[in-house]
């Protein structure tokens, strides 16, 4: 379950009156943070996921213009190297380049 901003902090206020102590607080807000950082690079790695999918479907497209093509493997391509620095290692359609 994704929380929203508003849900966070006041989880984090909550806990921060519950620990009372400023160390505790700023533990709370980067363990706030990092969540949602997290939260935000699973979504763009989903996304970026689904475009290459999308990318390889239309490479298949039998007779799709040149332009379009070099257009498609340019995004394509775009995707993998934004997945490739997240993600080191085994990327899918990887091999198919």
Same mark, same amino acid.
Not at 25 to 36: D, Q, S
């Given at each position: 379950m994704v929380l929203t901003p508003a849900e966070r902090a006041a989880l984090v206020v909550e806990s921060f009156e519950r620990s009372g102590t400023q160390q505790g /607080? #700023? @533990? /709370? %807000?980067? #363990? @706030? %943070?990092?969540? @949602?950082v997290e939260d935000e690079r699973r979504g763009v790695r989903t996304t970026l996921q689904l475009c290459i999918q999308v990318f390889d479907r239309a490479l298949g497209v039998p007779g799709l213009e040149a332009d379009l093509r070099a257009t498609v493997r340019a995004c394509r391509g775009l995707c993998l190297s934004s997945l490739a620095r997240e993600e080191p290692g085994d990327l899918p359609g990887e091999a198919e380049q």
């Open positions: /607080l #700023r @533990a /709370l %807000i980067m #363990r @706030a %943070i990092h969540e @949602a």
